[in-house]
């Protein structure tokens, strides 16, 4: 991992902020295709648990179009090729991915953290890469209605990085976006995700599954020794539930899971769980002068269907096909900042459509729910036309409009 800060970077032609999957493909594409490029990450690693780790056949696609995927799936995965649902006592297969237009036909699990090492090392073959760590963006530098750089805090001190272009990469809660006084539409959320891990048996059912009932839902992912999972809660009910301890919890989660039961004692705590307070927004306008933002900094996503992540690389693969001429040439104006979001606001709309249609009227009226649920003539539908299942295959796993990689690469350092 790069070192902190301990002099200031004069000049680049493109500082990122944030080192997240979008930051980091974006620092990667541009730094390969020849482009001098900072990456700011504020915290000293990507080590940060519960983060989205789902990787979308498309994504790959853009792994395999770089020529990485071998090196890629060589690190520790899961491979998922279909989805199925609980509802009740009713077994549903749901999404299959076997049939995508994509040469990895399957959705793979591997932890953030060494989804963006990887690339980051990828990006350190080129000598225009640097990832710098331990480095707080707190302030725009803006020279008439122009940002021209930022101000960051590090363990050494303050210092200032100026470049033609600045990317906000900066997450749901970005402070740069904050700081551009850029407008945010709210569309709403009505609900949390509790997240924990809980051990994992051989005997267990190894398809990955949601489970619904009488006012409850789980979803379970197979990360091979545990599982990982995300209990749907009411929006603002943690609290409550936390009054009612966390035995009630524990009993909630083996009710939807019985064969869970003889190990939920794991969940000893609150501390084992973690709150993810879900928020659906996006920017009005994506750029000002001098600045873009791309990832969960321009759109924040539901955790439905998990393609956050897939998002975001997406954004970073439109940004970089359409800014690596002009950053060239030092000349970036907001013509083409807003081709960038043009591009890539359809495929944003319509899956937070999508999302909340499913957090509206769906997830909703299960929490609503007080009697034992009985699937849906729609779901039922899907299990019993297993061709239809490719519907939402397509939409989960390649989504609208998905982006091909167009720069080219400049060479990596003879070293490498």
């Known amino acids: 991992m790069d ?6 970077v004069p000049h680049v032609r493109c500082c990122i902020v944030g080192g997240g999957p979008a930051g980091i493909m974006l620092g990667f594409l541009l730094a390969r295709a020849g482009i001098e490029v900072v990456v700011l990450e504020k915290h000293a690693d990507f080590f940060r648990d519960f983060r989205g780790d789902t990787i979308h ?7 395999r179009e770089l020529g990485l995927l071998d090196a890629f799936l060589r690190l520790p995965h899961q491979e998922i090729r279909a989805l199925a649902g609980q509802i009740g006592d009713v077994f549903l297969p749901l999404v299959d991915f ?38 707080d963006v707190d302030e725009l530098i803006v020279e008439g209605e122009r940002v021209v750089g930022v101000r960051a805090r590090t363990p050494h001190g303050s210092y200032e990085v100026r470049a033609d272009l600045i990317v906000a990469a900066d997450g749901r809660n970005s402070t740069v976006r904050a700081r551009a006084g850029l407008e945010v539409v709210e569309l709403g959320a009505p609900i949390d995700v509790l997240w924990f891990r809980i051990a994992r048996y051989p005997s267990d059912p190894r398809q990955v599954a949601g489970r619904a009932d009488a006012g409850r839902i789980m979803v379970m992912l197979d990360r091979g020794d545990y599982w990982q999972c995300g209990f749907v ?9 936390q009054r009612q301890g966390i035995g009630a919890f524990r009993d909630a989660v083996a009710t939807l899971a019985p064969f869970l039961r003889d190990r939920t004692g794991e969940l000893a705590g609150w501390d084992a769980i973690r709150l993810l307070t879900v928020r659906v927004d996006r920017l009005r306008r994506w750029y000002r002068a001098g600045l873009l933002c791309i990832g969960d ?17 997406q954004d970073a693969v439109a940004a970089a096909n359409v800014l690596v001429d002009p950053l060239r040439r030092g000349a ?11 591009r890539r606001q359809l495929p944003t709309s319509l899956t937070q459509a999508f999302q909340l249609a499913i957090q509206n009227r769906v997830i909703r009226r299960v929490l609503g729910e007080t009697r034992p649920l009985k699937p849906p003539l729609i779901l039922r539908v899907f299990a019993w ?3 239809l299942r490719r519907i939402p295959g397509r939409l989960i796993g390649i989504g609208v409009r998905p982006e ?9 350092r003879a070293a490498s």
């Open 3 to 8: 070192r902190p800060a301990d002099a200031a």
């Open 404 to 412: 091909h990689v167009r720069t080219p690469d400049a060479g990596a």
């Open 297 to 313: 900094a321009a759109h924040a996503m539901s955790p439905i269907g998990g393609v956050g992540i897939n998002l975001a690389i």
């Open 57 to 63: 056949p498309s994504t790959l696609e853009v792994i």
């Open 385 to 387: 036309w297993p061709a």
């Open 233 to 241: 809660i009411p929006k603002g009910a943690f609290e409550t539930m």
């Open 332 to 342: 970036v104006d907001v013509a083409q900042l807003a081709r960038v979001q043009r």
């Open 98 to 135: 076997t049939r995508l237009p994509t040469h990895c036909k399957f959705l793979a699990f591997m932890p953030q953290w060494d989804f963006l090492n990887f690339l980051a090392e990828q990006g350190r073959r080129y000598p225009g890469f640097r990832l710098q760590v331990e480095t």
